[in-house]
């Protein structure tokens, strides 16, 4: 499924239109409203009551429509008698909307105190072995709401013309995994690959200047972008950043972390850092003139792009010093041979060999990356750190240091990523990792599952940073963290939850991929809720190791028939399920056509429980392949949390 497609941001003002309401839509309005064309002015109560009653106009969560007199109202109240007309007007505007929009979000915690929307392997269009890359990738998640996107970046092959030879033997060995499966398939021939690496026997070949060191980016040899030992197709790492310093903040000016996976030799890198200071320049985090004690906040950090890389020592400072190396006098890159780099060769030698250059290094200012060895070394308590932990990793650590796990992701940052066994891009359960604190957690968004969608329940209508509950954060003001053995189950109220869900019918409900028969579409709705488990408060093992699955709770109506179904009120209940924290739990709604064998998906939506308002409502479906629709469920919804 390919994510060069740019999609819109869902607009917190939809409607619905009057003209187009389905008849089983209008029946049911009408019934709500008591079936009556004109209502007498004496009644206006009766729809104040509703609104503060049923529809819960007055929550907090609802602001925007908070009084019987607000500007939503003013389709009740400015008519006298009030008419259907008006009630019909009010319950397809904004106001009926099921999700809440989100209030002004408070940016002046330390970014820590963030979940962060974030892409896996940003730059692939499908799955992770043969699929194509696309610097449209780039654009379209940053438009949709992503803060931080990954990179992986890999030495550029000479240019065909040129003569150099001297990284061949190099680059053939460690690409030659890549270079031999290719050749297998259809796509890629041995010769063509041969081609890519062959060197000019034209007469001029010998005068060409070093495609690793030219000054020209036409003639010289720029870092790639792509998926290792793969089949995928690669794409350059100059139009990846350039299409991120296009599109990073057309729609929120958050803070974007770019996440980079560096196989490069040093003289890549070089070139990196070249064009990574020419794409963003303007965009780049400062050096500090002081130590850092404090993580900044993202309102701090504004139209601003974070670098995270791994971190390398500055020459003269020792790897556990804890203050933010400044840079060195003069970062511009030279591509030519240095005397100076010649006569230090012997003395470099003698060192361990860093697979990251101290200049690229030192662009990852506040996201320093650092190989994760336990959570008592002394990386683990500077301010700037970054851990990147797979789901397996994090599901052992969950078993064994559960409380230091939780207590670390209060102060600092860390990332979660899905197993490199996940092939087909499927995505890991990211509410679970929320739910240990990890603000980066990382999902393939060329791929819509049960991953995508919990993740367009937490960040719909943000600007891709959400505060974390305040029991899962640290302070404002709080310097280095000693990690302490508070833990997940401790960190905030756990409250019981009923709810109760009536769905009524459905109009302009998209088909599922491929089908185009409404006639043949069988569609019924199928209603889960992802709540937290036991085991994850006790950190006893968790069942499926945080991978994907249907919510533990889960039912499912009759099947209806056609894009505009009559569900006739069916009711699913979930009454008293213990242990659930709002803004960690979330209510799926897949719609899914009936037939023999697998059910294929229609539409679906999914909503934050601490956003699922209470009343007659309208929910706003996506389509299969995640592109907003028409669709709509109207509903009704009983909550309480007690």
Same mark, same amino acid.
């Given at each position: 499924?390919?994510?060069?497609?740019?999609?819109?941001?869902?607009?917190?003002?939809? #409607?619905?239109? $009057?003209?187009?309401?389905?008849?089983?839509? $209008?029946?049911?309005?009408?019934?709500?409203?008591?079936?009556?064309?004109?209502?007498?002015?004496?009644?206006?109560?009766?729809?104040?009551?509703?609104?503060?009653?049923?529809q819960?106009?007055?929550?907090s969560?609802?602001?925007?429509? #908070?009084?019987?007199?607000?500007q939503?109202?003013d389709?009740?109240?400015?008519l006298?008698?009030?008419? @259907?007309?008006?009630?019909?007007k009010?319950?397809?505007?904004?106001?009926?909307?099921?999700?809440? +929009?989100?209030?002004?979000?408070?940016?002046?915690?330390?970014?820590?105190s963030?979940?962060?929307?974030?892409?896996?392997?940003?730059?692939?269009?499908?799955?992770?072995? =043969?699929?194509?890359?696309?610097?449209?990738a780039?654009?379209?998640?940053?438009?949709?709401?992503?803060? *931080?996107i990954?990179?992986?970046?890999?030495?550029?092959?000479?240019?065909?013309?040129?003569?150099?030879?001297?990284?061949?033997?190099?680059?053939?060995?460690?690409?030659g995994?890549?270079?031999?499966?290719?050749s297998?398939?259809?796509?890629?021939?041995?010769?063509?690959?041969?081609?890519?690496?062959?060197?000019?026997t034209?007469?001029?070949?010998g005068?060409?200047p070093?495609?690793?060191?030219?000054?020209?980016?036409l003639?010289?040899?720029?870092?790639?972008?792509?998926?290792?030992?793969?089949?995928?197709?690669?794409?350059?790492?100059?139009?990846?950043?350039?299409?991120? /310093?296009?599109?990073?903040?057309?729609?929120?000016?958050?803070p974007?972390?770019?996440s980079?996976?560096?196989?490069?030799?040093?003289?890549?890198?070089?070139?990196?850092?070249e064009?990574?200071e020419?794409?963003?320049?303007?965009f780049?985090?400062?050096h500090p003139?002081?130590?850092?004690?404090?993580?900044?906040?993202?309102?701090?950090?504004?139209?601003?792009?974070?670098?995270?890389?791994?971190?390398?020592?500055?020459?003269?400072?020792?790897?556990?010093a804890s203050?933010?190396?400044?840079?060195?006098?003069?970062?511009n890159?030279?591509?030519?041979?240095?005397?100076?780099?010649?006569?230090?060769?012997?003395?470099?030698?003698k060192?361990k060999?860093?697979?990251?250059?101290?200049?690229?290094?030192? $662009?990852?200012?506040?996201?320093?990356? =650092?190989?994760?060895k336990?959570l008592?070394?002394?990386?683990?308590?500077?301010? *700037?750190?970054?851990?990147?932990?797979?789901?397996?990793?994090?599901?052992?650590?969950h078993?064994? &240091?559960?409380?230091?796990?939780?207590s670390?992701?209060?102060?600092?940052?860390?990332?979660?990523?899905?197993?490199?066994?996940?092939?087909?891009?499927?995505?890991?359960?990211p509410?679970?990792?929320?739910? +240990?604190?990890?603000?980066?957690?990382?999902?393939?968004w060329?791929?819509?599952?049960?991953?995508? @969608?919990?993740?367009?329940?937490?960040?719909?209508?943000?600007?891709?940073?959400?505060?974390?509950? #305040?029991?899962?954060r640290?302070e404002?003001?709080?310097?280095?963290?000693?990690?302490?053995?508070?833990?997940?189950?401790?960190?905030?109220? &756990?409250?019981?939850?009923?709810?109760k869900?009536?769905?009524?019918?459905?109009?302009?409900?998209?088909?599922?991929?491929?089908?185009?028969?409404?006639n043949?579409?069988?569609? =019924?709705?199928? *209603?889960?809720?992802?709540?937290?488990?036991?085991?994850?408060?006790?950190?006893a093992?968790?069942?499926?190791?945080?991978k994907?699955?249907?919510?533990e =709770?889960?039912?499912?109506?009759?099947?209806?028939?056609?894009?505009?179904?009559?569900?006739?009120?069916?009711?699913?209940d979930?009454?008293?399920?213990?242990?659930?924290?709002?803004?960690?739990s979330?209510?799926?709604?897949?719609?899914?056509?009936?037939?023999?064998?697998?059910?294929?998906?229609?539409?679906?939506?999914?909503?934050?429980?601490?956003?699922?308002?209470?009343?007659?409502?309208?929910?706003?479906?996506?389509?299969?392949?995640?592109? &907003?629709s028409? /669709?709509?469920?109207?509903?009704?919804?009983e909550?309480?949390?007690?």
């Amino acid at each position: 499924m390919s994510t060069s497609r740019v999609l819109p941001q869902r607009k917190d003002s939809e #409607s619905i239109s $009057l003209q187009t309401l389905s008849p089983n839509i $209008l029946t049911y309005l009408q019934a709500i409203a008591g079936d009556k064309q004109f209502l007498p002015a004496t009644q206006l109560t009766e729809y104040h009551s509703f609104l503060s009653r049923i529809q819960s106009a007055s929550s907090s969560q609802n602001v925007s429509y #908070s009084t019987p007199t607000s500007q939503t109202t003013d389709h009740l109240t400015n008519l006298s008698p009030v008419d @259907m007309a008006a009630f019909l007007k009010f319950m397809t505007s904004p106001a009926s909307n099921a999700a809440a +929009k989100l209030p002004q979000s408070d940016l002046s915690y330390p970014i820590s105190s963030y979940f962060i929307n974030s892409s896996h392997n940003t730059y692939l269009t499908g799955n992770q072995l =043969y699929s194509e890359s696309s610097i449209d990738a780039y654009k379209n998640v940053l438009l949709r709401g992503c803060r *931080c996107i990954e990179i992986d970046v890999w030495d550029g092959e000479p240019k065909s013309g040129t003569s150099d030879t001297s990284n061949r033997p190099k680059e053939e060995k460690k690409h030659g995994f890549r270079n031999k499966i290719r050749s297998l398939s259809p796509r890629h021939s041995k010769h063509s690959v041969r081609e890519e690496i062959a060197p000019s026997t034209g007469n001029n070949a010998g005068t060409l200047p070093d495609p690793w060191k030219s000054p020209t980016p036409l003639r010289r040899a720029e870092p790639r972008v792509l998926h290792g030992y793969t089949l995928t197709k690669e794409v350059s790492f100059r139009e990846v950043c350039a299409a991120i /310093g296009e599109a990073a903040f057309v729609n929120s000016d958050l803070p974007v972390i770019v996440s980079l996976e560096v196989h490069a030799g040093k003289e890549q890198q070089a070139i990196m850092v070249e064009i990574i200071e020419e794409s963003w320049k303007g965009f780049l985090v400062e050096h500090p003139d002081s130590e850092v004690k404090r993580l900044p906040s993202p309102g701090e950090l504004r139209c601003k792009i974070l670098i995270k890389v791994k971190y390398v020592a500055p020459e003269k400072t020792a790897v556990e010093a804890s203050g933010v190396a400044k840079p060195t006098p003069n970062r511009n890159i030279s591509f030519s041979s240095s005397s100076d780099s010649d006569n230090k060769e012997d003395e470099a030698m003698k060192k361990k060999k860093r697979s990251i250059t101290e200049s690229l290094s030192s $662009l990852g200012i506040y996201t320093r990356s =650092y190989h994760f060895k336990n959570l008592n070394t002394s990386e683990a308590a500077h301010p *700037c750190h970054i851990f990147s932990l797979s789901e397996k990793k994090l599901m052992e650590m969950h078993e064994s &240091h559960g409380p230091s796990l939780f207590s670390h992701n209060r102060n600092y940052l860390m990332r979660a990523f899905p197993s490199g066994m996940r092939v087909s891009s499927s995505n890991l359960d990211p509410s679970v990792f929320w739910r +240990k604190g990890v603000q980066i957690v990382a999902l393939n968004w060329q791929r819509i599952d049960e991953g995508t @969608m919990l993740n367009e329940g937490m960040f719909a209508g943000s600007g891709g940073w959400i505060l974390k509950p #305040s029991g899962y954060r640290g302070e404002r003001s709080n310097d280095t963290a000693a990690i302490s053995d508070e833990s997940q189950a401790d960190a905030i109220a &756990h409250k019981t939850l009923s709810l109760k869900i009536k769905i009524y019918a459905g109009q302009n409900l998209p088909l599922p991929i491929g089908d185009h028969n409404p006639n043949g579409f069988h569609p =019924y709705v199928k *209603c889960e809720l992802h709540v937290e488990k036991p085991e994850e408060r006790s950190g006893a093992p968790i069942e499926g190791g945080g991978k994907i699955k249907e919510g533990e =709770y889960k039912q499912k109506t009759k099947p209806s028939r056609g894009i505009d179904p009559d569900f006739c009120g069916e009711e699913m209940d979930f009454l008293d399920i213990p242990g659930v924290v709002e803004e960690l739990s979330f209510v799926r709604f897949k719609v899914q056509d009936e037939e023999i064998g697998t059910d294929d998906l229609a539409a679906w939506a999914c909503i934050r429980l601490d956003r699922l308002l209470p009343g007659y409502r309208f929910i706003h479906v996506f389509d299969a392949n995640g592109q &907003h629709s028409r /669709g709509v469920l109207l509903v009704k919804i009983e909550k309480s949390m007690v």
